[in-house]
Structure formats: structure tokens, C-alpha cells
């Protein structure tokens, strides 16, 4: 069995949820985290390093626009991070800015996925996950 511990950093709850029942339909397990600002996921990963050293996320959903705040916010912060800065994190975006996507992957970004309103388009995009995925007894 394959396990996925998936943190989603989205401000949008019907994109949250759309994220959300995606992955839910995919053939690996996974474990959802949902947080709608930059400071939730610092909260959130302030939290796991006391309980766990930071190792139990294994990707970062993140939003290009949370709010007022650029997803840059966060990737500064999780690669200047040691414990954080080898969880992969891909930017979800609407934006079709070449400029922005080039700053978000020099930034630490794993990928770019652009946001879709089809949800089986979204579930396709959403299954490359596998990759991140661990082995569980």
C-alpha cells in the first residue's frame, strides 16, 4: 500500500475541497492537511518539527496567491528551513506568467500545476503525486 501525506495551502475552499476529493479518488492512501493562509502552514510545520522533526509531509500543495501573500513567502521560509527544505512543493496557480513560474521553481518549487475547473483534469495532474508517496506495511 502507498501513502501520501499531503498538506494543502489553499485560501479558496471550493478549490480546497476540489483538491481535496481529487486526491481522495486517487489509488494511493492519502492523509490531507488543509490550511487557508502562509501563517497556518508556518503554524502547521511549527507544530509537526516539535512532534515528528518535520519528516511526516510528504508534499506541499501550495497556492501561487494565498490571500495578499505570493507563494514565494512560504518557499523562502521552507528552504531556508533544513528540516523543511527537501519536502517537495508545487505551486498551484491560475497565473500563466512565465516570470512567475521561473521565480517560484528558482525559489525551491518542485513544479508548477496549473489550476483546472474539470475535475478529471485535476485528478490526472493530481496522480503524478504517486511519485511522493511512501511504502507502508
Not at 479558496?12 to 476529493?21: H, P
Not at 490531507?32 to 509537526?48: L, P, Q
Not at 500563466?96 to 495532474?125: N, T, V, Y
Request: hydrophobic share 40%.
Amino acid at each position: 500500500m502507498r501513502h501520501l501525506k499531503v498538506l494543502i495551502v489553499e485560501d479558496n475552499v471550493a478549490e480546497a475541497r476540489l483538491q481535496q476529493f481529487a486526491l481522495g479518488a486517487q489509488v494511493f492512501d492519502c492523509a490531507i492537511t488543509w490550511v487557508d493562509s502562509i501563517d497556518g502552514a508556518v503554524d502547521y510545520f511549527h507544530d509537526r518539527i516539535e512532534r515528528t522533526d518535520g519528516g511526516d509531509t510528504d508534499v506541499v500543495l501550495l497556492d501561487g496567491q494565498v490571500g495578499t501573500e505570493d507563494a514565494s513567502e512560504l518557499l523562502i521560509y521552507m528552504k531556508l528551513d533544513p528540516r523543511l527544505k527537501d519536502i517537495p512543493v508545487i505551486v498551484t496557480t491560475g497565473s500563466q506568467d512565465p516570470r512567475k513560474h521561473e521565480g517560484w521553481i528558482a525559489q525551491g518549487a518542485e513544479s508548477i500545476m496549473q489550476k483546472c475547473f474539470e475535475i478529471e483534469d485535476l485528478e490526472s495532474g493530481l496522480s503524478a503525486l504517486e511519485v511522493y508517496a511512501r511504502d507502508i506495511p
